[in-house]
């Protein structure tokens, strides 16, 4: 992968996102990683952009008789509708759920919520997320391997962490999300996990993610 900057060639015109074509080459419309072998951009800057049938972590935050209002880590509301709930959601229950749609006026709609019971949640910037996957998971699948925790990641930016070493993998998280723009990023975290595992997680998670980390809402 290489840093682009906005205005950068990216190759032949494509329908890659976050590009326009100008003289018949796909040009960066924001600061990224280019995946030449791939063709993919991927954004190291921006706010969460709700879209059809994205995973997300949600906080319910107001109790309707018609469904639940949820906060989606952006500027708009995600709307859970009761009729769609297979068991009663509780103010402040932490969800992970689908996006169904999104309308004109960027109402979101979600579906197939199901409450993330303790746990922890820290934020990333959203565009760092395929970063943190990394291809077929392997990135997010090795900390989980090394930390024994159980992690869910939401497009929006969320990641859910429980069980095992939290501090490690919430370490970890953080980690990749400064360094994202790094080459060998892959690498340069395997050998943070085994140093780290080697001297012992010393660190508590509520120390590293005091600005944005909050309690599981139901244990």
Request: charged share 25%; glycine share 10%; with cysteine.
């Amino acid at each position: 992968m290489k840093i682009v900057v906005p205005g950068e060639s990216v190759g032949d015109a494509k329908n890659i996102p976050s590009t326009y074509v100008e003289g018949g080459k796909a040009r960066a419309t924001v600061v990224g990683l280019f995946d030449e072998q791939e063709g993919r951009l991927v954004s190291l800057q921006g706010t969460y952009n709700p879209r059809f049938d994205d995973v997300i972590i949600g906080v319910v935050e107001e109790v309707k008789f018609a469904g639940y209002t949820v906060d989606v880590n952006c500027a708009y509301k995600g709307f859970m509708s009761s009729r769609d709930c297979r068991k009663p959601l509780r103010l402040g229950d932490v969800i992970a759920a689908k996006v169904s749609s999104v309308d004109e006026v960027k109402n979101v709609n979600l579906i197939e919520a199901f409450v993330l019971f303790g746990g922890h949640i820290i934020d990333i910037t959203p565009t760092k997320v395929p970063r943190l996957i990394g291809k077929k998971n392997s990135m997010i699948g090795m900390i989980v391997e090394a930390t024994k925790s159980e992690i869910r990641v939401g497009k929006n930016g969320r990641v859910w962490i429980r069980g095992g070493d939290t501090s490690l993998a919430a370490r970890a998280v953080f980690k990749i999300e400064a360094e994202a723009h790094v080459s060998g990023l892959t690498d340069r975290v395997q050998a943070f996990l085994k140093k780290e595992m080697a001297n012992g997680s010393v660190a508590g998670i509520a120390e590293l993610s005091e600005r944005n980390d909050v309690e599981g809402a139901r244990q």
